[in-house]
């Protein structure tokens, strides 16, 4: 199983931008999806965005469209949320998960019942 360290939350007025990195450890990120959720205050967690191993094909909810961009470096064994246009709706943690993909499947899961490793978290606030 991976381990996962997020980094890069912070304090941000409306319109800034934050970079979050997600490090793993453990095994390599060879065949592992990997994704970004948040839990804003009071509120159920929600998946953010996704990036498939074996295309690098990236997945966003609607909130991040446009706005995030997930980027993955195997080589660093990183993952990247690069998130532009904060908006006081995006404060949340943020989480970083991993799982094993499914051979051949064209689906990004985006439930996170279906990621087996999670990162202890990163607080983003954005201020208005």
């Known amino acids: 199983q991976v381990q996962l360290v997020e980094s890069g939350g912070g304090l941000v007025q409306t319109g800034g931008s934050l970079r979050l990195s997600c490090s793993a450890s453990?095994?390599?990120?060879?065949?592992?999806?990997m994704a970004w959720f948040r839990q804003p205050p009071r509120k159920e967690r929600e998946f953010v965005a996704g990036?498939?191993?074996?295309?690098?094909?990236?997945f966003y909810a609607n909130s991040a469209k446009g706005r995030f961009t997930i980027s993955r470096d195997n080589a660093k064994y990183t993952v990247y949320l690069q998130m532009n246009s904060l908006v006081p709706e995006d404060t949340a943690v943020y989480y970083c998960?991993?799982?094993?993909?499914?051979?051949?499947?064209?689906?990004?899961?985006?439930?996170?019942?279906?990621?087996?490793?999670w990162g202890q978290g990163t607080q983003v606030t954005v201020s208005s």
């Open positions: 998960a991993a799982r094993l993909e499914e051979p051949g499947t064209k689906i990004f899961r985006t439930d996170d019942r279906a990621f087996a490793s």
């Open positions: 990036i498939r191993w074996r295309d690098e094909n990236p």
């Open positions: 453990g095994r390599s990120l060879g065949g592992v999806a």
